[in-house]
């Protein structure tokens, strides 16, 4: 049985991801991203479930710069869950205003400011690691209320004030699970993703002309985000998802373009999407075109063709 290490405690929505991604795997909680990447790294799990990006909050920077960083790790599957919290309360509070506290991740937060504006008046935001380690510390008597995934509470049983709270409806967070690049990628289906992160230059055009590789080729973006390099303060690392497999013909055409591009380019996995959604083929720029082209400069060289 594999062991998928996953961003806990339990009780997450990242849990709820690795039960949908690693179905019979045996599932550890880490309390950190960076631990939970470390530990495969190390060997003593072979993946790794994280989230990514939300759709209304955008990327998850430990994720990214997690991926970036140390020795290289490919993402092979994805799952998207809707993302509702439900809000746990220390036992005792009778009253919503007697909440001085309110803990949760950061992206939680942020998803429910105009909800807790209303009905938690008096309450102060205070971060925590997960959403899950909100509650513990609400059973530990740390804070006031919790906001969770609506699964914690059967792991931290506390009185429930509210369930399916956000401010925005159909919100989403995507999570990935990731490994070592030591196994055969998953195979291309027609609705891949794949993903990058390239440290571009310091220098007129240098994103651009990356993107002008993708676009010319007729590929369409899915996601862009820029993380600090870290090193030298105004440098950046652009992370770029785009429709697509690296099996592809036309897809390994723009990675080598990349690859020529910038030194700095690191593979980031191509898998399977979720939301099942077919890459757009633009004309001239399917597999089959790429194939062809190939074949016609062959020809060419062969002096087969003029
Ligand atoms: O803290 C959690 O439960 C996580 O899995 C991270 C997270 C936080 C908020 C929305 C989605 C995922």
Partial sequence: MSRIAYFGP??????????????????????TIPNAFSVVRKGEADAACVPVENSVEGAVPATLDGLAEQEPLVAV?????????SVLTRPGI????????????PHALA????????????????????TAAAAVAVRAG?????????????????PVLATEVADVRDARTR????????????APTGADRTSIVAAAANRTGALAELLTELAGRGINLTRLDARPAKGNFGEYRFFIDFEGHVA???????????????????????HPRADG????????AGNDDFVDAAEWVEAVRRGEQA
Avoid at 277 to 284: N, V
Wanted: charged fraction near 25%.
């Fill in 248 to 270: 592809e013909p036309r897809i390994g055409d723009a990675l080598a373009a990349l690859r020529r591009r910038c030194r700095n380019v690191r593979f980031l996995g191509s």
């Fill in 10 to 31: 339990e009780g997450t929505f990242t849990e709820q991801a690795a039960r949908e991604l690693a179905r019979g795997a045996e599932l550890i909680p880490v309390e």
């Fill in 175 to 186: 999570f990935l699970l990731v490994r070592r690049p030591d196994h055969p990628l998953p």
């Fill in 142 to 158: 740390e804070f006031d209320a919790a906001v969770t995934a609506p699964v914690a509470v059967r792991h931290y049983p506390l």
């Fill in 94 to 105: 009778t009253d919503a205003g007697d909440i001085r506290t309110v803990a949760s991740h």
């Fill in 77 to 85: 599957a994805e799952a998207l869950l809707p993302v509702h919290f």
């Fill in 111 to 130: 998803q429910v400011r105009l909800w807790a504006e209303t009905h938690l008046p008096n309450a102060r935001p205070v971060a925590t690691s997960s």
């Fill in 277 to 284: 959604a077919r890459a757009t083929i633009e004309p001239f």
